[in-house]
């Protein structure tokens, strides 16, 4: 069926789907074209979502609350794979879902050598809230830090195409079936961003660290008692 979808679109096609490789599952995003050994390459999701995707200490939350972890029946594997695919040329970036949110995903994305970021989300599970809304905005604010444009379609949610500066090329309404079909423009490089993040988040990271140890320090010297003058006399004053 993929491959009768990828030749009627002359294209090749990033589709999501559960994969299994031995007793691991994992939420991947595939490379397909028609006509070959497909999938030609393979992307699982980073950052697999705990309680969502995943049961951190199953056995220890289920005694709590075995009916609400038992709803979340599959364990899915954090991926290891550059999150670029090479589509004729053109390094796609890619994020799946709450991938977007790490900078690690993004940043790889950058280095790997992504013109362009695909994102693929679904929002079904929060379907009444903001929550689409909010996963758009961290798409919008990557094709600013990253300079480049980005794709990001969900199944249920908002769909946009969003140029380097963050305006809307195109879009969907969420609950809408619909499908885009635009120019966008691609972009290389690196932004300061890209660049300069891992330093930033070091420096954000140790400082925050250092502060909070000088905090401590300050509050236990404030805490020492200070020595005791003794009494001046009958008709003296006792100072502290």
Not at 120 to 149: C, H, P, V, W, Y
Not at 157 to 182: F, R
């Amino acid at each position: 069926m993929l491959d009768d979808l990828a030749s009627t679109a002359d294209a090749a096609l990033i589709v999501s789907a559960v994969t299994q490789r031995g007793k691991d599952l994992f939420n991947s995003s595939l490379l397909w074209e028609a006509g070959e050994d497909n999938p030609i390459a393979v992307y699982d999701k980073r950052h697999p979502v705990p309680f969502g995707e995943y049961v951190p200490d199953r056995a220890f939350y289920r005694f709590f609350a075995a009916d609400l972890i038992d709803l979340i029946q599959r364990e899915y594997t954090p991926g290891t794979a550059p999150p670029v695919f090479d589509v004729h040329g053109v390094g796609v970036g890619l994020a799946i879902c709450f991938d977007v949110i790490y900078d690690d995903v993004i940043w790889d994305g950058a280095r790997g050598g992504a013109d362009i970021y695909m994102f693929q989300t679904n929002n079904a599970d929060f379907r009444g809230t903001d929550e689409n809304l909010g996963k758009l905005a961290f798409a919008r604010m990557r094709a600013i830090e990253a300079g480049r444009s980005v794709v990001n379609i969900s199944t249920v949610g908002t769909s946009q195409m969003i140029a380097p500066d963050g305006t809307e090329i195109a879009g969907l309404p969420q609950d809408t079936a619909g499908a885009l079909l635009e120019d966008v423009p691609l972009r290389t490089g690196l932004t300061p961003a890209v660049v300069a993040g891992p330093a930033i988040n070091a420096v954000l990271g140790w400082g925050s660290a250092a502060a909070v140890a000088a905090l401590g320090i300050g509050v236990l010297l404030g805490h020492r008692r200070r020595p005791h003058m003794k009494d001046a006399g009958p008709t003296g004053t006792g100072i502290a």
